[in-house]
């Protein structure tokens, strides 16, 4: 399968239809002489590109809008602006960020435009109670919108244990809840005001990930099935889909659930390891209305194996009659 996207590095697609057109918002992977670490500081995005095709299949021409925004936009970011997705809501379109704050930790921004292929225009602060990675929005039939965020390790999510507003930096790095029987940390969730700019409500919450056997919260030391970073949610036939990546595993799996904020059954994996170290998607139906639905997710291979120089490529994945996600067609009874 050939990347999406040749002309820069690319990852973390996150992929949306506007305007009967697919706009595809991925982190910009670039060149550095930072040594890899389990911290993810050779991760050293800079700006984000934003780019758009007409057609998935075949795989049409990819339009590059350009550089939507960069690091020295934004008032409050120090570096290292990581995975991004949109929105669009009355009019405007929502760029969402994170980035590390003048302190090192990471917040997570939004950036306001007039149109999907941007640019964005940053508020000058961060959204306020928001911390972490891997910002995920979904705007439900009703109109309410939600931000899923969170990332283990690097994304410092487990630095938030005694809570939302409560930094602990003994955590800081490779590190994450374990032993028997302590759960796994969740990503988080909250409701956005209708301006798309802030939390509806006072304190996030946890996305609960069940496993189906017992009807619990997954283990902690369940890293095949636990929660590590790149939260997704899509609806379909009325069911919200939690995705996400395992992290230390690699593998993308799913979750399905009765509302966004869930809770969510672990359904089983998207896509199994692929070529590097992280794995990060997004799932869109395209056409729209037509029950075709794709997952863009990346891989290393244009860089033979290079972890921080990766590219998007993009699948068809397929529903059974139950509702489980297939990567290939699965046979009709």
């Not at 705007?139 to 939302?164: I, M, P, R, S, T």
């Not at 863009?296 to 194996?305: I, N, T």
């Given at each position: 399968m050939a990347p999406l996207i040749t002309n820069i590095y690319t990852a973390d697609p996150s992929a949306h239809v506007f305007n009967g057109r697919v706009y595809i918002y991925p982190s910009h992977d670039r060149e550095t002489d930072i040594q890899f670490n389990d911290n993810g500081d050779q991760y050293d995005m800079a700006d984000y590109h934003v780019f758009s095709t007409s057609s998935l299949d075949p795989q049409g021409p990819v339009t590059d809008h350009g550089v939507v925004l960069k690091t020295e936009d934004i008032p409050w970011v120090s570096k290292q602006l990581w995975a991004?997705?949109?929105?669009?809501?009355?009019?405007?379109?929502?760029l969402y960020f994170p980035a590390r704050d003048k302190e090192g930790i990471f917040r997570i921004g939004v950036a306001v435009g007039d149109k999907p292929e941007?640019?964005?225009?940053?508020?000058?602060?961060?959204?306020?109670?928001?911390y972490s990675i891997d910002p995920a929005t979904f705007v439900d039939e009703d109109g309410e919108a939600y931000l899923y965020f969170g990332g283990l390790w690097g994304g410092q999510l487990q630095c938030y244990q005694k809570g939302h507003n409560q930094y602990d930096a003994s955590w800081q790095g490779p590190k994450e809840p374990?032993?028997?029987?302590?759960?796994?940390?969740?990503?988080?969730?909250?409701r956005l005001t209708q301006d798309m700019l802030e939390f509806a409500e006072e304190g996030v919450r946890h996305v609960v990930i069940l496993a189906p056997e017992t009807g619990e919260p997954l283990d902690a030391?369940?890293?095949?099935r636990r929660f590590f970073e790149a939260a997704w949610m899509h609806k379909r036939n009325?069911?919200?889909?939690?995705?996400?990546?395992?992290g230390d595993t690699h593998f993308l799996c799913y979750a399905v659930g009765d509302s966004p904020y869930g809770p969510f059954t672990y359904g089983g994996r998207i896509l199994e390891p692929v070529l590097g170290w992280t794995?990060?998607?997004?799932?869109?139906?395209?056409?729209?209305?037509?029950?075709?639905?794709?997952?863009f997710h990346h891989d290393c291979e244009l860089s033979k194996g290079v972890d921080h120089l990766r590219s998007v490529k993009v699948k068809e994945i397929f529903f059974d009659e139950e509702g489980k996600i297939h990567g290939e067609k699965p046979a009709s009874k």
């Amino acid at each position: 399968m050939a990347p999406l996207i040749t002309n820069i590095y690319t990852a973390d697609p996150s992929a949306h239809v506007f305007n009967g057109r697919v706009y595809i918002y991925p982190s910009h992977d670039r060149e550095t002489d930072i040594q890899f670490n389990d911290n993810g500081d050779q991760y050293d995005m800079a700006d984000y590109h934003v780019f758009s095709t007409s057609s998935l299949d075949p795989q049409g021409p990819v339009t590059d809008h350009g550089v939507v925004l960069k690091t020295e936009d934004i008032p409050w970011v120090s570096k290292q602006l990581w995975a991004p997705d949109a929105a669009y809501k009355d009019g405007k379109y929502y760029l969402y960020f994170p980035a590390r704050d003048k302190e090192g930790i990471f917040r997570i921004g939004v950036a306001v435009g007039d149109k999907p292929e941007g640019p964005f225009t940053p508020q000058p602060e961060p959204i306020k109670a928001s911390y972490s990675i891997d910002p995920a929005t979904f705007v439900d039939e009703d109109g309410e919108a939600y931000l899923y965020f969170g990332g283990l390790w690097g994304g410092q999510l487990q630095c938030y244990q005694k809570g939302h507003n409560q930094y602990d930096a003994s955590w800081q790095g490779p590190k994450e809840p374990t032993g028997k029987g302590v759960k796994s940390l969740g990503a988080r969730v909250g409701r956005l005001t209708q301006d798309m700019l802030e939390f509806a409500e006072e304190g996030v919450r946890h996305v609960v990930i069940l496993a189906p056997e017992t009807g619990e919260p997954l283990d902690a030391d369940d890293h095949e099935r636990r929660f590590f970073e790149a939260a997704w949610m899509h609806k379909r036939n009325g069911k919200y889909y939690f995705s996400y990546s395992t992290g230390d595993t690699h593998f993308l799996c799913y979750a399905v659930g009765d509302s966004p904020y869930g809770p969510f059954t672990y359904g089983g994996r998207i896509l199994e390891p692929v070529l590097g170290w992280t794995t990060h998607h997004s799932i869109v139906e395209f056409p729209e209305k037509t029950d075709r639905w794709w997952l863009f997710h990346h891989d290393c291979e244009l860089s033979k194996g290079v972890d921080h120089l990766r590219s998007v490529k993009v699948k068809e994945i397929f529903f059974d009659e139950e509702g489980k996600i297939h990567g290939e067609k699965p046979a009709s009874k």
